[in-house]
């Protein structure tokens, strides 16, 4: 960093690892023994879709290397902040993550980097079919990740999700900066 940089309080970006999400493996043994918890089967990429053509032939792209395999479903939604959200359905969670993983790359390999906000992945208790009860989101501008424990209507556990960033320390790079954990009310991966 140059000296006027520190002097003026300027910061590089973080640089985005998407590698990073292959993590999440071991991260989910760490859930299932610690916590009781196993993946949803489902995960979400959230970006800010961009006009035009050449992003229209991208999102196709991906689409069309996700609907190759039979056992995975593919799902797309807007939400109330003008994001889109891709939403992938996976029983087998290697799989799961590897598909999230060449959507995120297939955006930001064709210059769509800056759209990307985040991944999610759901977990819930085991053995249940409940609903997600815990999301483990990537940032794409901070390359880590942070827990997001919804407990009803526009409220989280935080006590729950501190105790999370400590369980999954080992496995996942977590964001530090606390006011960077944004609540995700609504997302669509359950």
Request: glycine content about 8%; aromatic content about 10%.
């Amino acid at each position: 960093m140059r000296l006027f940089d520190v002097l003026l309080g300027r910061t590089k970006p973080v640089e985005s690892n998407l590698d990073a999400l292959f993590g999440l493996p071991g991260a989910v043994v760490t859930l299932d023994v610690a916590e009781g918890l196993e993946p949803s089967g489902q995960a979400g990429v959230c970006y800010k879709p961009a006009s035009g053509q050449p992003f229209a032939q991208t999102t196709e792209q991906f689409e069309q290397l996700l609907g190759l395999d039979t056992t995975t479903s593919v799902t797309e939604q807007s939400d109330t902040y003008g994001y889109h959200w891709v939403v992938i359905h996976d029983a087998d969670n290697q799989k799961l993550v590897t598909e999230v993983h060449m959507v995120n790359t297939t955006l930001q390999e064709q210059g769509y980097g800056p759209q990307l906000l985040c991944t999610v992945f759901g977990f819930r208790p085991k053995g249940t079919a409940a609903p997600a009860s815990l999301y483990l989101v990537y940032l794409y501008k901070r390359g880590a990740f942070y827990p997001f424990m919804p407990t009803g209507p526009e409220k989280r556990d935080l006590e729950g999700e501190m105790r999370l960033q400590n369980v999954l320390a080992e496995d996942l790079k977590i964001e530090p900066d606390k006011e960077r954990w944004m609540p995700l009310w609504g997302v669509p991966v359950h």
